[in-house]
């Protein structure tokens, strides 16, 4: 089965500092997907960015980036110039390339952008 | 707007009184999925469905059941409820297998006393 580890349950950081955030996942699988998810107190789940294990570039979207190392089995989330906004719970998820539509969760890091 | 939907928003019930969730949503996604996000557990699915009359365990579906008469509606049904499911729960709706993005209804919040 696929597990999900996210080691950090809070961060902090200041506004325009840049922050990562970690993920590990076990998989015996070759193929599959990854996720960051954000929560911000509105409850909603809204993708931030996604990464195809078959694909050796790293994902970019604005000023979220990921640092995908497959073979450690290591999927990180970098925030640079966070913002206010930033400040939500992040959830890292895994998701295989066959069977059932099912996405795997960590347990989510708590992220505070502060003034 | 394309958007799941889920009534109620928020909900207090007590031990054994039957209730259902309703998610409806308007893309004509095939797969439909119910989780629940616990603290310190992330989010875990409880059941899927691939289409219309075609349902399946998650890793959580003990004390659930689910339906999918229609493609768009995809309620959860706790025919007796115990406190261990007050939990916030997700309606989550795709179009086909992976890569496609999982659109995620608004949550209920549920409390069982």
């Known amino acids: 089965a696929q597990t999900v580890t996210q080691s950090q349950p809070e961060m902090s950081v200041q506004e325009a500092e840049t922050v990562t955030l970690s993920c590990t996942y076990d998989?015996?699988?070759?193929?599959?997907?990854l996720f960051w998810y954000k929560q911000p107190p509105s409850r909603q789940m809204i993708l931030v960015i996604r990464?195809?294990?078959?694909?050796?570039q790293n994902a970019t979207e604005n000023r979220f980036s990921v640092n995908f190392q497959k073979a450690a089995k290591s999927f990180s989330l970098k925030i640079s110039d966070s913002q206010l906004g930033d400040t939500a719970m992040y959830f890292c998820a895994f998701q295989p390339s066959q069977g059932a539509q099912k996405l795997v969760f960590g347990q989510g890091t708590r992220l505070t952008i502060n003034p | 707007e394309a958007q799941v939907t889920q009534n109620p928003r928020y909900l207090i019930t007590v031990t054994g009184k039957k209730l259902t969730v309703t998610c409806s949503q308007n893309?004509?996604?095939?797969?439909m999925s119910w989780y629940r996000q616990d603290p310190g557990l992330g989010l875990r699915q409880i059941y899927y469905s691939m289409n219309v009359e075609v349902t399946d365990k998650g890793d959580v579906p003990e004390g659930y059941k689910v339906s999918r008469k229609e493609k768009r509606n995809f309620p959860l049904i706790l025919e007796s409820p115990s406190p261990n499911q007050t939990s916030l729960y997700f309606c989550?709706?795709?179009?086909?297998?992976?890569?496609?993005?999982?659109?995620f209804g608004p949550g209920t919040r549920l409390t069982v006393t």
């Open positions: 990464q195809e294990a078959y694909k050796q």
């Open positions: 893309m004509n996604h095939e797969y």
């Open positions: 989550a709706s795709s179009f086909g297998s992976t890569p496609y993005e999982q659109y």
């Open positions: 998989t015996s699988e070759n193929n599959y997907y």
